[in-house]
């Protein structure tokens, strides 16, 4: 009887856990989905008067994108993998299946939720420095800012940021819960079987 009561409360645990889980990762995955497109996406093009000749200013149109900024690329391809590889296990949460019980297969998905906290935390950095070496430039070595030019463009990739390293966080939680998984393994379906009560 006790030992039934206490794989009712198991089950009971798991669900919610399951739950907690599935929620975190549709979270997660939004989070990083949302970074990469708005930074995918962020383009600026301004003209400026750049000299004169005599009384006639000489303009010049230049336009501020992610690919000019190796880090900013890195950003975008880290954030469309980690939402990637999110979409990949809420499938696999939701469709379930025997290989859920499979040690193994909890193992690695630890190990990927450990990588993917490892790519889009540097990729977050990575942008985050370079993006403040937009904002307020480096007078040491004389790197002028372009923020005051470039005023949507910046304010795109400040949400892009925010996003990602909500995005991190997340994955963090995550990584953790996939880890005490390894401890007292149980199995993500949309249905756990109660266990009969036998005295």
């Not at 008067?49 to 890195?74: D, E």
Request: aromatic share 8%; hydrophobic share 50%.
């Amino acid at each position: 009887m006790q030992m039934a009561v206490s794989k009712l409360l198991l089950a009971a645990t798991s669900r919610k856990s399951c739950k907690v889980l599935l929620g975190l990762r549709v979270l997660a995955f939004s989070a990083t989905l949302s970074a990469a497109i708005v930074m995918g996406l962020n383009k600026e093009t301004k003209t400026f008067v750049v000299g004169n000749v005599g009384n006639t200013p000489v303009k010049a149109t230049f336009t501020a994108k992610f690919q000019h900024t190796p880090a900013f690329v890195f950003f975008v391809v880290a954030n469309a993998m980690v939402s990637f590889h999110n979409m990949l296990m809420i499938a696999m949460q939701l469709s379930g299946g025997k290989r859920e019980f499979a040690g193994f297969h909890l193992l690695s998905v630890a190990i990927l939720d450990m990588l993917n906290v490892t790519l889009i935390s540097a990729a977050a950095n990575a942008a985050a420095f370079i993006s403040e070496v937009g904002k307020n430039g480096n007078k040491h070595a004389r790197w002028d800012k372009i923020c005051d030019r470039f005023v949507t463009y910046c304010d795109h990739g400040a949400g892009a940021l925010i996003t990602a390293f909500a995005g991190v966080v997340l994955m963090l939680i995550i990584s953790a819960i996939s880890i005490s998984r390894l401890a007292q393994p149980y199995k993500c379906t949309s249905t756990v079987a109660t266990p009969s009560v036998v005295p």
